[in-house]
């Protein structure tokens, strides 16, 4: 068996190319902004593609990059800036912050109706009570990418590796939703007997940060495969899961290449849905 690779970058340009075509004909005018403290290169990265994806669409820029030493004060000075900038459709603060940052203070001061990352506790409560207002944007695209290649999450068991905010809580709660169905397990660093889950799991979501965690022999044949995990080595950035798992599972999203494209795409469709409520 040789699983089927997921292409995030193929589904995203199509996306992308949607958005571009929809604003070009309804001439409306959208602009995201992006808080950046600090100069870590990932969130440099992630920032700047982002601002590509903009560019290619449409969409106008509003960055404030701030630096490392900024206080919460200024962080949420940048916020609320960009708060009252009419010119600002929806924004992010772009994670991880600095460690002497309350993440969860910063991000409540985002407009829920600008917070394009679905990260505001206003938007996380819409999805926990399944009204689903913005979703954030990494289990928006890897609910997206598994209806594109039409997995079946009925009564799936779906395994989540990783608890965080951004990704394993949020995911879980969607595919629970009545629509999705999905029979999640969320796993984490105290989770016993995890690999028994792994090969019990129809659908297996690795997103803890561990190079290679997840290896073949782990997982049972014909399951599928999706990593969101990511480390940065003297190798390169690796994923959460070993690429050998391609000969044992029948579907693979793969780190880079997989979900990363989608979750920026999502993020623009998250703009255009604040932009047109």
Known sequence: MSATIIDGKKSA???????????????????LGTILVGND????????????????????????????????????AAIEKLNKDPKCTGFIVQLPLPTSIDVQNVLSKIDPNKDADGLHPFNLGNLVLSKNSIIPCTPKAIWA?????????SGAKVLIIGRGSTVGRPLSILLSQKNIDATVTLAHSATRNLTDLINDADVVVAAIGKPHFIMPEMIKSGAVVIDVGITRTQAG????????????????????????????????TNLVELANR
Not at 13 to 31: A, C, F, H
């Open 41 to 76: 290169p990932g969130s440099v990265a992630y920032v700047d593609g982002k601002h590509r994806d903009c560019s290619e669409v449409g969409i106008s820029s509003i960055k404030i990059n701030l630096p490392t030493t900024s206080s919460e004060d200024e962080i949420i």
């Open 145 to 153: 990418l598994l209806s594109e290649y039409k997995v079946n999450l």
């Open 237 to 268: 950035l690796v994923g959460d899961v070993d690429p050998g798992v391609i000969n044992i599972a029948s579907l693979f999203g793969p780190m880079p290449g997989g979900v990363g494209p989608m979750t920026r795409a999502m993020l623009l």
């Open 13 to 31: 340009e199509i996306i992308k190319n949607q958005i571009s075509v929809n604003l070009k004909s309804s001439k409306k005018e959208l602009g």
